[in-house]
């Protein structure tokens, strides 16, 4: 949160060579656009890489857009990073990221990203269904922060859960606050539910009692311990593994 704009980049270069112990770099809302990316992007690239011990990145909150996320994934060391926040980049509601190009690389097995949030940038159902597509193969992703795009559905919610089946692998937190995901539900698509999301995160005015009570029912049938929080629209369900 510091006006560093577009040409800080050589600089930063300069720093992160200097650094080579650093683990985590946040440029949260610095006045980042596409242009920080485009100019000395070798260097910076370069820098980023070097010692393989950077291992989380946030660049949200800033109008990188459409060319600055592609840039971004061309950039970042995404075979050693684990934790990659990209919310709020778009550059205006026009704005579509290009994530068929993440989804690539989240399906490469030298990808080791386990935290990724994509929170406040336009995602639509459609969006969701592209994304959902690699999880079966991208076996690292843990976490996944899809908070904030109000365009995105219970289809959105039933294609993660329908990878996710097909994976035979749980998220360990699913955070669809801001969203309208909301009933009727798919009952297929909720079945065993808490086994293929420990943490689920669902907070809109769309989410009505029968809708909560409907979840509820599917989260218990599929599992004896765990925490169903119900306060009014907001709905959190966490899982607790068995000892």
């Known amino acids: 949160m510091n006006p560093l704009g577009d040409g800080v980049s050589e600089s930063l270069s300069c720093l992160l060579s200097c650094c080579p112990l650093l683990a985590k770099l946040s440029l949260q809302a610095c006045g980042l656009t596409a242009r920080f990316l485009q100019q000395h992007r070798l260097l910076l690239a370069s820098a980023l890489t070097g010692t393989g011990h950077l291992k989380s990145v946030c660049l949200s909150h800033n109008a990188l857009g459409s060319t600055g996320f592609e840039l971004v994934l061309k950039t970042l060391p995404l075979h050693s990073l684990t934790h990659l926040d990209l919310s709020a980049v778009r550059r205006d509601p026009a704005d579509y990221l290009p994530l068929e190009h993440l989804t690539n690389i989240l ?135 068995s000892l």
């Open 107 to 241: 399906s490469q097995d030298e990808c080791s990203l386990t935290h990724l949030s994509l929170a406040a940038n336009g995602l639509t159902d459609s969006s969701v269904a592209t994304l959902a597509r690699c999880l079966p193969s991208c076996l690292t992703l843990v976490s996944l922060n899809l908070s904030g795009n109000p365009s995105v559905t219970s289809a959105g919610l039933h294609n993660i859960l329908i990878s996710l089946r097909e994976a035979c692998r749980p998220l360990t937190l699913l955070n669809l606050q801001g969203c309208q995901v909301s009933g009727p539900w798919d009952s297929a698509a909720l079945d065993g539910l808490s086994e293929r999301v420990k943490d689920l995160r669902l907070c809109s005015q769309g989410v009505n009692k029968l809708d909560r009570q409907a979840l509820k029912q599917s989260w218990d049938n599929s599992r004896s311990q765990g925490h169903f929080i119900d306060r009014k629209s907001k709905c959190l369900l966490s899982a607790v593994d």
